[in-house]
Nanobody
Framework: QVQLMESGGGLVQAGGSLRLSCAASGSIFSINTMGWYRQAPGKQRELVATITSGGSTNYADSVKDRFTISRDRAKNTVDLQMYSLKPDDTAVYHC?????????WGQGTQVTVSS
């Protein structure tokens, strides 16, 4: 079993920055993709950014050039640095770890961007 623990959410003004962190623990298959998804009220969960165990990244168009995802394979952590935040970025952000066999989710951390 794998557990994911997020931290770093909060309230920030538009144009501000936040950094989210996620730590994975448990039986982690070495080949995996870690990432961040978000869900705003009344909307479906959507991809924000992912990073493979080889370091390849993928971003939603809405966050490209504003967010940066990074990971530490030795520590099994993934971070999301968010710049130039907009009110539309307000959502619960969930950490994800996916392997060829399983898909794990964290409980989520709230990010609120005020205008």
């Amino acid at each position: 079993q794998v557990q994911l623990m997020e931290s770093g959410g909060g309230l920030v003004q538009a144009g501000g920055s936040l950094r989210l962190s996620c730590a994975a623990s448990g039986s982690i298959f070495s080949i995996n993709t870690m990432g961040w998804y978000r869900q705003a009220p009344g909307k479906q969960r959507e991809l924000v950014a992912t990073i493979t165990s080889g370091g390849s990244t993928n971003y939603a168009d809405s966050v490209k050039d504003r967010f940066t995802i990074s990971r530490d394979r030795a520590k099994n952590t993934v971070d999301l640095q968010m710049y130039s935040l907009k009110p539309d970025d307000t959502a619960v952000y969930h950490c994800n770890l996916a392997t060829s066999r399983s898909n794990y989710w964290g409980q989520g951390t709230q990010v609120t961007v005020s205008s």
